[in-house]
């Protein structure tokens, strides 16, 4: 392993809750410094959370709405200007902009990452 990427026990990977959930609503985020939607999440057992997310660049309210995404719920509370973002979500960072996590078929809302 080199410095850049340490290794994790399973134990610390446990601690982390990287959860299925499905988009019920996206607002403009005009004050973010980069472009980016608010989003309301349903995790099932877990609520409904929301977050903010330099997304906009590749999805429109439409390819999001409805769709299964992942995220970190575990993490404590962030404020992003004047919204309080609750929940990380997972995506991986491109020149193009950030593509979103997929699942590769749907699962209930709330499933954890095993």
């Known amino acids: 392993m080199s410095a850049a990427m340490p290794e994790l026990s399973w134990s610390e990977f446990e601690k982390v809750w990287l959860c299925a959930g ?29 977050t903010s997310a330099q997304v906009a660049t590749l999805y429109s309210v ?11 719920i ?20 491109t020149e193009a902009g950030v593509v979103l996590t997929a699942l ?3 699962v209930p809302n709330g499933t954890r990452l095993a």
Not at 63 to 71: A, C, E
Not at 74 to 93: A, C, D, H, V, Y
């Open 22 to 50: 499905t988009v019920l609503k996206v607002e403009p985020f005009p004050e973010a410094r980069k472009p980016a939607w608010k989003l309301w999440v349903d995790f099932g057992p877990h609520g409904v959370k929301k």
């Open 62 to 72: 439409e390819d999001l709405l409805g769709r299964q995404v992942v995220g970190v």
């Open 104 to 106: 590769e078929r749907p």
């Open 74 to 93: 575990n993490f404590p509370p962030k404020q992003i200007g004047p919204f309080r973002s609750e929940f990380l979500l997972t995506g991986f960072p």
